[in-house]
C-alpha cells in the first residue's frame, strides 16, 4: 500500500492519566471526584475523567461539592481566578443526565 493512504495521525492509544483520587471509600473522596471532573472538562480529558471516578458528568450526587468549588473560585481575586474552570463548573449544575 502506498504511504499516501496510510494515516500516520491516527488516533493512538491514549496514556491513562493518575488523578490522584483518593481510595473509593475515603470520605474526600466525592469532593476530589467533583474536582477530577471540572478539571478533566476544563482541560479537554472528560472521558478520562469519568473513567477514573466513576461519575457522569452532571450527576447531581456532586452537586454539593461543585457548588463549593465554584464559591471557591469565585471568592479568589478576579485576576486569579479560572474562568474556564468556573465555565465548566455552572455548565455541570445546569446539565441534566436524564434529558
Do not use: C, I
Not at 471526584?33 to 447531581?60: C, F, I, K, N, Q
Amino acid at each position: 500500500m502506498s504511504r499516501a493512504f496510510v494515516n500516520e495521525d491516527a488516533e493512538l492509544p491514549q496514556p491513562r492519566l493518575d488523578f490522584g483520587l483518593p481510595p473509593r471509600g475515603d470520605r474526600s473522596y466525592d469532593a476530589a471526584a467533583a474536582l477530577v471532573l471540572l478539571e478533566g472538562a476544563r482541560d479537554g480529558h472528560m472521558a478520562s475523567a469519568e473513567e477514573a471516578t466513576g461519575y457522569r458528568w452532571g450527576d447531581p450526587h456532586l452537586h454539593k461539592h461543585v457548588e463549593r468549588l465554584l464559591e471557591k473560585e469565585q471568592d479568589k481575586p478576579e485576576h486569579e481566578q479560572d474562568r474556564r474552570f468556573m465555565q465548566m463548573a455552572r455548565r455541570y449544575l445546569r446539565f441534566n443526565p436524564d434529558e
